[in-house]
């Protein structure tokens, strides 16, 4: 009789039951190697593959919609741009995470909340793309302002499903948007409420078992209490790039178009400080395209320099309203 798919199955899940039956005896040296040899055949990851996407997605109790997201990544690491110190934390947060076992066995655990602070479009959400990408495992993605219901009171029951799915299994957890729980503190008549469902939050978080990597990311850090950013192993800051890294960031995003030879990237970098790598990315992609709208062969300097103009003058008009406002 020959070894088919459904006999595949079988195994798989005789598998999985015998590791999770090693792990609760607490032999989890062993139920991860296991784990380990299990995934690495391709048949078996292809059903983990399946298992996953066999979980039933949490919904809002009151509306329905669904509180996370599964997504799947193919980024290399070198496709984050970012400063060598910043780029190392992330790059140690990987490496801590590969060596959970080892670490474990001296009583070390691996970085698991991690906090992501800066800027918008500095990198923050790609960076736990990326990581999800490099480490092979799947991103759970959520939008932490839409699980915050209308209703306060439905808000716990959501985290709790939320914090139910994640542990059943191994994920990249991107708790974006976070900023929510800092922003509406001020807002005096749901300070109460909100109060209540940060302390929800942070207790699930505290108790969080599961072996995953759980991120969240925030452009208003400053608004974060201390007894938010205690429960965090690392909090990692995304700067503005430097000029440095701005050409690195042109000379990426530049390099499906052909280039004029008077182009000075150099100088393209001088001229964009300020703006952030999302900000270059669409300079870089609108430059493009007025190249092909105008059916010409090569990307000019002014192509680029009109883009930069444009942005930098976006950027001011910005800072302008919000000193208006205050
Ligand atoms: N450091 C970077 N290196 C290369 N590309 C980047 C970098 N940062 C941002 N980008 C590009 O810009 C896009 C938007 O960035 P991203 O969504 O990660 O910003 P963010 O920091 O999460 O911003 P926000 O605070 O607004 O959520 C990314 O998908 C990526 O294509
Ligand atoms: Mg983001």
């Known amino acids: 009789m020959s070894f088919n798919s459904k006999d595949n199955e079988a195994f798989v899940q005789a598998a999985r039951e015998y590791i999770e039956r090693e792990r609760r005896k607490k032999h989890t040296i062993v139920a991860k190697e296991l784990e380990k040899a299990l995934y690495q055949t391709t048949s078996a990851s292809e059903s983990r593959r399946r298992f996953r996407q066999s979980l039933p997605i949490p919904r809002d109790t009151e509306k329905g919609f669904p509180l996370l997201e599964i997504q799947y990544f193919e980024h290399d690491l070198d496709s984050l741009i970012l400063s060598q110190e910043t780029k190392a934390r992330l790059e140690r947060i990987i490496r801590e995470f590969k060596d959970a076992d080892i670490l474990a066995t001296y009583n070390l655990a691996y970085k698991k909340k991690v906090l992501l602070c800066g800027k918008p479009g500095t990198g923050k959400t790609f960076s736990a793309q990326i990581i999800s990408s490099v480490l092979n495992i799947p991103l759970v993605y959520i939008r932490f302002d839409a699980i915050i219901s209308s209703y ?20 990249i957890v991107l708790f974006d948007e ?122 000019s300097m002014n192509d680029l320099e009109t883009e930069i103009k444009q942005f930098v003058r976006r950027e001011k008009v910005k800072h302008h309203r919000l000193e208006d406002n205050e």
């Open 152 to 171: 306060l009171g439905e808000t716990a029951g959501n985290l709790r499903k939320v914090f139910d799915f994640i542990e059943n299994d191994t994920w």
């Open 178 to 299: 976070f900023d929510i729980i800092a922003k509406n503190r001020d807002d005096s008549h749901e300070h109460g409420e909100i109060k209540r469902v940060v302390n929800n939050f942070l207790q699930m978080l505290d108790n969080f078992k599961g072996d995953s990597i759980l991120f969240a990311a925030t452009n208003h850090q400053n608004m974060l209490d201390s007894a938010i950013w205690r429960r965090f192993d690392a909090v990692i800051d995304y700067e503005l790039p430097d000029e440095a890294t701005r050409k690195h960031l042109f000379e990426r995003y530049l390099r499906p178009i052909r280039r004029d030879q008077k182009i000075d990237i150099s100088k393209a970098a001088k001229d964009s400080q300020g703006l952030s790598p999302a900000d270059i990315k669409m300079i870089a992609a609108e430059a493009m395209k007025t190249v092909i709208i105008d059916s010409r062969n090569t990307l």
